[in-house]
């Protein structure tokens, strides 16, 4: 079973593919787009990826977690003289499509935009700029998940010896139950 931040990325490439100016250019991982032969000359791209993620109690029994993982979409271009405006104008259509499904899809219980960060920075000889997206995500995670109990051996025993209000010390003053065979 996949990690639900698996699902949330996957869910963000396809929307972004093929409808911001990078076409298809969109990748579900940080580095994709920088082991490539002449990537350099696929600009501008955008790589999809998670960062940190912090979780809450959302529900005691069974157990579930509230979780928000940064969901980063990173927009690569050449460092030109164009290279705010191209990267303002993907920013702009990446936001309006990933905020049209504030749940994407249902892989997430909400999406919200967090911050923006602009970088320029030098890979290998060429220098090339960056807009990194933030976005919050939240989505439930029950922990252990309901294939947990596809792991677990029927229930065939079960011995309980109990002492009431606890003034039975001598075990074998306790009342207690011995019940086999469930698993029939």
Not at 33 to 59: C, K, R
Request: charged fraction near 25%; proline fraction near 4%; glycine fraction near 6%.
């Amino acid at each position: 079973m996949s990690h639900p931040r698996t699902a949330i990325r996957k869910k963000a490439v396809e929307l972004l593919m093929g409808n911001t100016g990078v076409g298809a250019s969109v990748y579900a991982s940080r580095v994709a787009p920088f082991i490539v032969n002449d990537w350099d000359n696929q600009l501008p791209a955008i790589s999809v990826y998670t960062m940190d993620e912090a979780g809450e109690i959302h529900n005691a029994a069974p157990r579930e977690y509230r979780r928000t993982v940064q969901l980063a979409i990173e927009i690569q271009g050449e460092a030109d003289e164009a290279l705010d405006d191209v990267l303002d104008e993907i920013a702009r259509q990446v936001e309006l499509i990933l905020l049209r499904d504030d749940t994407l899809d249902g892989t997430a219980s909400d999406l919200r935009y967090s911050q923006t960060q602009m970088v320029l920075r030098e890979q290998g000889k060429t220098v090339i700029g960056a807009c990194r997206i933030i976005f919050d995500a939240d989505y439930l995670d029950e922990q252990p998940g309901p294939d947990f109990n596809e792991t677990l051996d029927d229930l065939a025993t079960v011995h309980t010896d109990y002492s009431l209000a606890g003034e039975q010390d001598d075990p074998a003053d306790r009342a207690n139950t011995h019940l086999t065979g469930l698993n029939q």
